[in-house]
């Protein structure tokens, strides 16, 4: 964006070169009148002061806003298609506004949009556009703007304060005081007869738009890089935006929507939102609340904040979102959700070509969607910088020796494979596949979830616990790819007190899947889990990882082979951890070790497993069986567990057989351990 006003101002003077060479030397005279100071100066090609009658801009001039520049009641302002304004870096001292009764018909065009901006377009240089109207407001009629003290708001619905068509606004937001800026476009109570329609804001220090009451809707809305809020209302807006692309590549913005006080119920339809840099998506305040159909959300931490405790039955997913809780603290005034994040954005930034922006998302950032066949390059370090989620009939292939970086964004970083869709990691023994955090701390990311078809008792069509995935069917030889030689760490970032994320999440994958060679360490949940399905595991290296090392549900009937698991870090759970229905899983080689006491196996309620070729050293307690399970649940080496009530308990049981299995020889595991 640096110097975009420069680049636009050759072309204009250009054209203006042109017009003037072109002139007819025998037009008649213009007709004569009497001119005042602000006519005077706009034939200067300059906007200062009051104008109070009707005035055209012409479009080879290069307009220079050197203050104020106010529309009075009764007047109008037309801008041509192919007009440039330049912004003096004047601050608050500098705006454009359109009182209560005046008009402005900004009418570009797709080849020839008009542009307001100053000359390096950073923000906070200038002020903005503000519009006051005769809608209604919650603020009432005639009331007072935080901004120029303007007066707004009335009965009148259908008020019409012009047109404004094919914009570009960029370098606005200056800041008033510590509660009030000023934004790219400000709507006071302006209604539904004025005409909003192919509008761009770029790098404004506060809102993109801010509408406060009113009944405006505004179509093809194109918001990047506004430092506060990219779309803000308040004051029982019930207008609507349909048709908006909204991008955020600088840290410390704060939202997409930022809705407050009463609910007036706004619309919004096909609308996608890009963060590279993490952050907040959606917040609703006090009870406001809209209709959304049609939600992209793509790199945001958090999807929805209801940031007063308002009910999220206040905000209306037509496209069946549903709010899952990450914390519900009053303490911190956090009421926040993330959204099952399936849908794919119907708006695009192709849908913006008249735009002048140098945004670009580089090709090494991995977030979004995946919906046909996508091979990564090995060659390329790549960011997982949000969700990364393989749609049905999506293909991600991640080839040998690929690094992939997770950005330390907890809950909203994660890669999941929906049902349908397929993963195939190619790593090999000495050229492994890599996802880690940067420092690798338990809990910097969410790790990786697999949605099947297989069965499960939870159901057809069940809900995961996380990111509101279905999962679930009749086809227990379902297929969700392959997986070998792959190595995470840092995982197991917490949605809430209930529910996290793990290494490995396999949600009732099929039994054709392959899973081998796996390594998750510090996780700060399990290693890997099972929900349901009939997926086996070959060949797994679990350290410490917070929770359980494998943990079960839903009726697994699966299989794991050949299974390393070090504790050296005191406060996890156990080993296994099997819970629910009984499925019988097997479990062939494993070997555990712990440095810091803790508990090996857990069973609960009628949960159970038959294993072979265990080798338990340094736990406190065996085996748990937490719910009075029967010993009988639970086979070693093709028997009951032989086991002994721990002295002073009731469900923890020393083994006296059966965990002196010979220790698993994974000194050929060179590739466990490999790094970024």
């Known amino acids: 964006m640096k110097n975009l006003f420069v680049k636009l101002l050759s072309i204009s003077m250009a054209f203006a070169a042109f017009t003037l060479t072109s002139c007819d030397s025998e037009d008649p005279d213009p007709i004569t009148r009497e001119t005042t100071e602000v006519i005077e100066n706009l034939e200067a090609g300059i906007l200062k002061g009051t104008l109070d009658e009707d005035y055209t801009l012409t479009a080879s001039t290069v307009y220079n806003l050197t203050g104020q520049f106010i529309i009075d009641d009764g007047a109008t302002l037309n801008i041509p298609a192919g007009t440039r304004i330049l912004a003096d870096n004047g601050g608050t001292d500098v705006y454009i506004a359109t009182l209560m009764g005046g008009t402005i018909n900004i009418n570009g065009s797709a080849g020839n949009p008009v542009i307001m901006s100053s000359a390096d377009g950073n923000p906070g240089d200038w002020g903005g556009l503000t519009l006051c109207g005769k809608a209604t407001t919650t603020a009432g009629v005639d009331a007072t703007a935080e901004v120029g003290g303007f007066i707004y708001g009335g009965n009148d619905d259908s008020d019409s304060s012009g047109i404004i068509r094919y914009l570009q606004i960029s370098g606005t937001g200056a800041q008033i005081n510590s509660e009030s800026q000023y934004n ?28 406060f009451g009113g009944t405006v809707e505004v179509s093809n809305l194109y918001l990047e890089n506004n430092s506060d809020d990219a779309i803000d209302w308040t004051e029982g807006w019930s207008g609507s935006v349909t048709n908006s692309y909204i991008s955020h590549t600088v840290a410390g913005f704060s939202t997409v929507f930022e809705g407050d006080k009463d609910n007036g119920n706004p619309e919004f339809n096909n609308i996608t939102a890009v963060s590279t840099v993490g952050g907040t998506a959606l917040q609703f305040k006090k009870t406001s609340g809209g209709t959304i159909d049609g939600l992209s959300l793509v790199g945001y931490d958090v999807d929805l904040d209801m940031k007063d405790g308002g009910t999220v039955t206040n905000v209306t997913f037509s496209d069946g979102y549903i709010p899952v809780a990450i914390n519900e603290d009053p303490a911190t005034d956090g009421y926040f959700y993330s959204l099952s994040t399936t849908a794919v954005g119907n708006t695009t930034l192709d849908d913006f070509p008249w735009v002048s922006s140098d945004i670009s998302f580089e090709s090494s950032i991995l977030q979004g969607a995946v919906t046909g066949d996508v091979t990564l390059d090995a060659s390329i370090s790549y960011v997982l910088n949000s969700s990364y989620i393989v749609q049905d009939g999506g293909k991600l292939t991640i080839p040998a020796g690929t690094r992939i970086t997770a950005r330390d964004g907890g809950t909203g970083v994660y890669i999941a494979i929906l049902q349908g869709g397929e993963i195939d990691v190619q790593g090999t023994s000495t050229n492994p596949v890599v996802i880690a955090s940067a420092v690798a701390s338990p809990g910097d990311w969410g790790g990786l979830t697999i949605c099947g078809n297989a069965t499960t008792s939870a159901g057809v069509d069940a ?199 010979t220790a698993l020889d994974i000194s050929a595991w060179a590739w466990k351990s490999a790094s970024l």
């Open 184 to 211: 790219g476009v400000s709507f006071y109570a302006v209604g539904s007869g004025t005409l909003v329609d192919n509008l761009a804001v770029i790098n404004g220090d506060d809102d993109g738009v801010e509408f």
């Open 463 to 661: 809900v995961a616990e996380v990111g509101g995935f279905i999962y679930g069917g009749t086809n227990d030889t379902d297929n969700s790819g392959s997986i070998t030689y792959l190595v995470l760490k840092g995982t197991g970032a917490q949605i809430n007190s209930e529910s996290q994320y793990n290494g490995v999440s396999l949600y009732a994958v099929g039994s054709e899947t392959i899973l081998e060679n796996i390594s998750v360490i510090n996780g700060d949940d399990d290693g890997i889990e099972f929900f349901g399905g009939t997926a086996s595991v070959t060949n797994i290296y679990l350290e410490n990882n917070s929770d359980d090392a494998i943990d079960w549900t839903e009726g697994w009937n699966g299989s794991v082979t050949n299974a390393y698991i070090s504790h050296t870090i005191a406060g996890f759970s156990t080993v296994f951890e099997g819970d629910k229905a009984n499925g019988n899983p097997t479990f062939s080689n494993i070997t555990a070790i712990s440095s810091v006491g803790g508990t090996a196996l857990q069973f609960k309620k009628t949960s159970g497993g038959t294993i072979t070729g265990l080798h338990l050293t340094g736990y406190d307690v065996d085996l748990d069986m937490k719910d009075a399970g029967d010993l009988s649940n639970v086979q070693i080496n093709g028997a009951d567990a032989d086991a002994t009530l721990v002295s002073g308990e009731t469900s923890k049981y020393t083994l006296n057989s059966g965990k002196d299995g």
